[in-house]
């Protein structure tokens, strides 16, 4: 519980773009605060026993919403996995402590959602060396094309391209640097009712930053395809 009041505390509060926090002598984690790149909600949430319905669905469609456990009770979802309350994933072998910023937005924006179109955006992230930084997404009606470029302060640039894969589907061996962040869940309609009870993921992309130099900028390139694109939020990890 500490942990994911840290965390909230974080996003919201000591910085414009972030923080850093120590977890039991680890490196420390900077939850990079999006801002007002958020644009769309996509998951239905409860606040004091009220519900906050989404806006937009993950896909074109109406059927592809997400909801946490509290939400889907009072909904009266039916019967699936949902996602966290907290939008908190616990530190694993694959990634850091994560706080999702869909958790703290109350009837706010949660992620950045770029539809079935080409889109660059970028967002700063706290000055630092980091020898992990990973981006979250979400690809529905398809996976999505993407080009990924980490700007340091010296001036240099590195490029990272990639697939993002549906939320329907596992990585696959080949698919280089993606994991999994949250696995199994089921999705809603914009009314809070069941469409699919588990069997969706969100995926996280890990960027290889180089550790040697001072990181300050992520952009994201949505190359043209049919899919929708959501990022649910970036994470890092600074160097020893």
């Known amino acids: 519980m500490k942990t994911i009041l840290l965390a909230a505390a974080c996003v919201f509060i000591l910085s414009a773009v972030g923080c850093a926090t120590s977890h039991?002598?680890?490196?420390?984690?900077?939850?990079?605060?999006?801002?007002?790149?958020?644009?769309?909600?996509?998951?239905?949430?409860?606040?004091?026993?009220?519900?906050?319905?989404?806006?937009?669905?993950?896909?074109r469609g109406d059927s592809s919403v997400l909801i946490t456990q509290s939400a889907a009770k009072i909904s009266h979802a039916?019967?699936?996995?949902?996602?966290?309350?907290?939008?908190?994933?616990?530190?694993?072998?694959?990634h850091p402590d994560v706080q999702l910023?869909?958790?703290?937005?109350?009837?706010?924006?949660?992620?950045?959602?770029?539809?079935?179109?080409?889109?660059?955006?970028?967002?700063?992230v706290p000055l630092g060396h980091y020898r992990q930084l990973q981006l979250f997404f979400i690809s529905a009606a398809g996976p999505t094309p993407v080009s990924v470029k980490l700007q340091y302060a010296d001036g240099s640039t590195e490029q990272r391209a990639t697939l993002v894969?549906?939320?329907?589907?596992?990585?696959?061996?080949?698919?280089?640097?993606?994991?999994?962040?949250?696995?199994?869940?089921?999705?809603?309609?914009?009314k809070g009712l069941m469409t699919e009870s588990v069997h969706h993921y969100i995926h996280g992309f890990d960027l290889r930053p180089d550790a040697y130099k001072v990181l300050q900028q992520i952009e994201v390139s949505k190359l043209d395809s049919k899919s929708v694109l959501n990022l649910f939020g970036a994470t890092g990890r600074l160097a020893d």
């Open 78 to 94: 039916g019967q699936l996995n949902t996602l966290p309350d907290s939008g908190f994933f616990a530190a694993n072998e694959q």
């Open 165 to 190: 894969p549906d939320f329907y589907f596992l990585p696959k061996a080949a698919d280089k640097d993606w994991f999994v962040l949250a696995a199994d869940f089921g999705k809603v309609n914009r």
């Open 24 to 59: 039991h002598g680890e490196s420390s984690t900077v939850q990079v605060d999006l801002g007002k790149l958020l644009d769309a909600r996509v998951v239905i949430t409860e606040t004091a026993g009220q519900l906050q319905m989404a806006d937009y669905s993950l896909d």
């Open 101 to 124: 910023p869909y958790a703290l937005a109350g009837s706010g924006p949660q992620v950045h959602r770029s539809p079935d179109r080409s889109e660059t955006y970028s967002f700063s």
